[in-house]
DNA sequence: AAAGTTAACTTGTGTTTTGCAAGTTGTATT
DNA sequence: AATACAACTTGCAAAACACAAGTTAACTTT
């Protein structure tokens, strides 16, 4: 019953920010859903290959709990039989406007030497294309 | 020296997602955000009594680090002198769209009993003008 | 002016979560 | 049949957290 933890715990505050950090609120959560949005990876390996590190036992914690969310859905690979897929939901897809104020708000207070600021230009330039880009499965 | 913990675990991906969350990607640091920014709150105890229950240790833990991130700032209360006020600043202002596209996806995707619409009714009716506002203070 | 009270923490302790390394299971390839 | 890859699972030490109790400083009451 320990893979339950996460949902008993959800605090049925009514409030929707609590609601949506329930959901999301991890560091690593939004982390693997910037890999899937913004850069396109897809297979465990993927993940755990990410810059940050996560470790292998968080991630199949945090891939089981976005899947029981319902904004992520795991297939089998058809172009590679023993890889599974996870890609977004529409749910997941929504988190897009969440994922570009970050970056919005980071290109604006983060004056470290190596801030990069590829999304922030595509963010600025057009926005809307952008995001309308990012929900058809094109990372960016 | 344990207090520089989380300055010194900033990681320096140059990322502006893990820029964000290493600032602010905490479930209780962006309840504290809401309890200033959407209710109002200004001290300590107002924080202790917030509906999710935050422990002390770590709410002090929390507020020195925002403050040690420049998102909010702590003054002696002129009313009430063995109080303090915390506030936020620009850079802690700045946070709103982010907690309104977070109100906004709950908003769609809580569909349990008790979701309060309040916010969301506000953000759909007049986000410009409510955004402001919350900018100037007046908590919402 | 001594005693109590409020506000903001700090400290101690037990529990939970995390990080890391190693092991397991189910395909595919050779 | 043996090897390798992909996706996990398990075990254990370390870190973070929750809860209760204690401390310090600024008022208030008696």
Redesign the interface.
Known sequence: MSKMKKLENK?????????????F???WT??II?EMM?KGMKTYSDFLAA??GISTNILADRLKHLENEGVIEKARDPENGRSFTYSLTE?GY??A???L??????????H?P????S??KKIQNDREGYEAKLRSGKPG
Chains 1, 2 share one sequence.
Not at 11 to 23: A, E, I, K, Y
Not at 101 to 110: A, L, N
Not at 114 to 117: D, F, H, L, S, V
Request: charged share 30%; hydrophobic share 35%.
């Open positions: 605090r049925q505050t009514g409030c929707p920010v609590t609601f949506g950090l329930d959901t609120g991890d560091k939004l982390l910037r913004l810059d940050e749910k929504d988190l406007p969440i994922l104020e970050i970056v919005t708000w980071s290109g604006k207070h983060d470290g190596n801030a990069r600021t999304v922030l």
